[in-house]
């Protein structure tokens, strides 16, 4: 047997030496290495984008069903080839090997906040609950966590759906706490404030020592919602793809610059927006997606900006119980959270 | 007259409210706002990607030339439409507004650091002296810097040919010795490290404290040219696409990971890789312009990779000076460049 590695290479199945996220192929034999963690499977969260690639495709949503359990039998886990992505698993500690780091117990009910594109996955129940109709699918078999994964036990006073939620953004306000927290008392502007991962990030800046936090919104709506909320010292209205309506907007609300901004939206264009908003010295964190490398590279070096720019990664260590415990503390925060469930 | 602003958005002829590099047209009077500078062009070092785009879509250099001259004259900059890219210039400093905060006299010979994407441009010569077959494009006529953009004086003691090359990724050495410094004796890995700002990123992270250096390369013929530049403690052989080759040999050159990686290759597919070479705690730079942002996210994710990473800001105060003054301590690094003109 070849020895464990905690990236999971052992289950690798490939001819060429890749991390299991870009294997074709993982070896889902149920028997543990020293250090993993078996799981089983309650339910599949499927990624949206997967999930509508899946029903264009295909004619009924048993077809979709089909495909699914095509993709994980003959993958070993649960990644779409169009896609390339994943989801997330929720389910229940089932057997911990005696060198696991992860500091599960037998019977913790858990989620996996690592993407279901690098873990190891059998169905054993044919997906026969699913009408393949919602990213939501129930299922019956097993997955395995490495030694690097990430799972987190899910909280016994929260609706699960509520804390899959905020799991699936809890990198962005563990983030933002540390970048904040290595400043004295910033101002801190959060672009697309109402949201999930927007609204967490507001809650964590105040909480980490945030002089000022500035929530900016596209919308009078979303204004509303987020006044409402009670989780930004002020609310600004800018379309974040108009670099100077940005800066002028924050600068408005918060009397200068943001020494720390976080892009909170999904729209592509928002990078030039978010260096001009932010003081030199001053950091930006990208959590949105479309994000684009290189405009926000060249933007900064063509606005001569001296900031740090930071890609805006998912894992910080305590991130899903720090992220569950800011939802517990703001009633706003949770009230944007169900709004959108 | 409007008002000006440090951004050049006084110049923009647009409809929409757009940066200058964004902007269709730009205003090219030679009147200066007050904190403006006037450049007589020298030189137009046009961007690669944007010359060889040119040449193959014009049947011959003269067609290239008139090519370039529709373009200036019709957006007030040199911006390929097709590109998007521009270049750099040379020249001599013509008039420096009372309220220029460059540090500019009148007679300095410069290079501009901001692209010619946001730089207003007049060719007041017809490019007659440039054949049309060359990135190398003579010019006469003027450019306008705004308060900030950013212009290097070129040193009179090397050649302007090297003085350029060395300013066009001054960015790097100066961002790594930023994060270098922020560690206590770090080891720091740069990956392709035999290249412009790879080699000038070793020689600054020595000199900012790193308390050992390993450079990777992709080749033996590049290990050797970096071993006889003797700019790296240890040189490490791994193609930067295969995460774990990557990780083990640069724990096979330094005795475990790196505390801070810097990837200055322009190969996509080296997020995971640099991502799994770094120690928890550590900090990523990614220079490279071929950098997926939603590949270096996923994976720092998906590996449970506690790391920092950074979108490399070309714009660093200082950057040009202090590459300049490593390429002139270290013959190593001149020779590797002197090899590349």
Partial sequence: MRPSDPTGLHRVLDDRTVLPQAAQRLDTRRELWPDEVRIRVERLNLDAASFRQLERTHASPDAVRDAVLDIVRTRGKMQNPETGSGGM??????????????????GDRVATLVSLTLTPLVVEDDLARWDGRSEQV???????????SIAAVLPDDLPAELSLAVMDVCGAPALTARVVEGYDAPVVAVIGG???????SLAAARRAGAKRTVGVVPTEAEAQLLRAAGIADDVALADA??????????AAAAGGPADVTVVCVDVPGCEGGAVLTTAAGGTVIFFSMATSFSAAALGAEGLAADVTMLVGNGYVPGHAAYAVELLREHDGVRSLFERRL
């Fill in 89 to 106: 698993l929720v389910g229940t500690v089932e057997e911990v090997g005696p060198e696991s780091p992860l500091g599960l117990r037998v």
């Fill in 138 to 148: 129930p299922a019956d078999g097993y997955a395995i966590l490495f030694g690097r």
């Fill in 194 to 200: 109402a949201g999930k991962s927007g609204s967490l």
């Fill in 241 to 250: 793809r108009d670099p100077v309506a940005l800066r002028d907007a924050v």
